[in-house]
């Protein structure tokens, strides 16, 4: 069974700061990794994923994740926080073992960026 | 931008009513998906749909649940006796169904489901 941590419900964070939202995973095989975001009242918006490649990886709005195969991990990253960047973070994974195309998805991090 | 579309946004019924939500997934798309979140929990998957049968269901999607494709555009999830536990907002997603894992899913805004 494929799983997904989200340790902190809550990041704060001021603007112009670097932020980091955790996440780590479970997988049989090999493990492709997502962010979406939430903004209120709206639909999960795709911010980036991880496939296969390069460990760093870049999406939307400034937004990038590290891939550590050996902390089984994917934090999502930014250097320098904007107000508008306050919203819900999924973290989700889909393990490929020849089983399913769901998605997993973590419990959210609600991101506060304040002035 | 084609972006997956979800009416109505919102949805009261009282316990025990039928409840069809609908979606317009994105036009090119071949994999059609339903999930849920109740209020304060995490995403849910329910069902996924591919080539006009159900590829993979979790164990929420019971007997209650159906899904549907009708037509060229829409997608459909029916509730056929809603229970007050099927509060929920429930998101349809899409993606190119080119069989690769690593593929996105694109959501829609949601439905928001109250059941009284």
């Known amino acids: 069974a494929q799983s997904v941590a989200q340790p902190e419900d809550q990041v704060n964070v001021a603007e112009g700061n670097p932020l980091t939202v955790k996440c780590t995973y479970s997988v049989s095989g090999n493990p492709y990794l997502f962010w979406y975001v939430q903004y209120p009242n709206r639909g999960l918006q795709f911010l980036l994923k991880y496939i296969t490649g390069d460990n760093l990886v870049k999406g939307s709005y400034g937004f990038e994740a590290e891939f550590n195969k050996s902390q089984t991990s994917f934090h999502l990253k930014k250097p320098s926080a904007l107000v508008s960047d306050s919203a819900l973070y999924f973290c989700?994974?889909?393990?490929?073992?020849?089983?399913?195309?769901?998605?997993?998805f973590g419990t959210g991090t609600q991101l506060k960026v304040e002035l | 931008e084609p972006e997956v579309t979800q009416t109505p946004s919102h949805q009261v019924t009282q316990m025990g009513q039928e409840v069809i939500l609908r979606c317009v997934p994105i036009?090119?798309?071949?994999?059609f998906y339903w999930y849920r979140q109740i209020l304060g929990q995490k995403v849910e998957f329910l069902v996924s749909f591919y080539n006009n049968e159900i590829s993979e269901k979790s164990e929420i999607f019971d007997d209650q649940f159906s899904v549907e494709r009708p037509d060229g555009s829409n997608f459909t999830l029916k509730i056929r006796s809603t229970k007050l536990e099927d509060s929920a907002m429930y998101f349809c997603?899409?993606?190119?169904?080119?069989?690769?894992?690593?593929?996105?899913?694109?959501f829609g805004p949601g439905t928001r489901l109250l059941v009284l």
């Open positions: 997603a899409s993606s190119e169904g080119s069989g690769t894992a690593a593929e996105t899913q694109y």
């Open positions: 989700a994974v889909r393990g490929w073992s020849g089983g399913g195309n769901k998605l997993t």
């Open positions: 036009s090119n798309h071949l994999y």
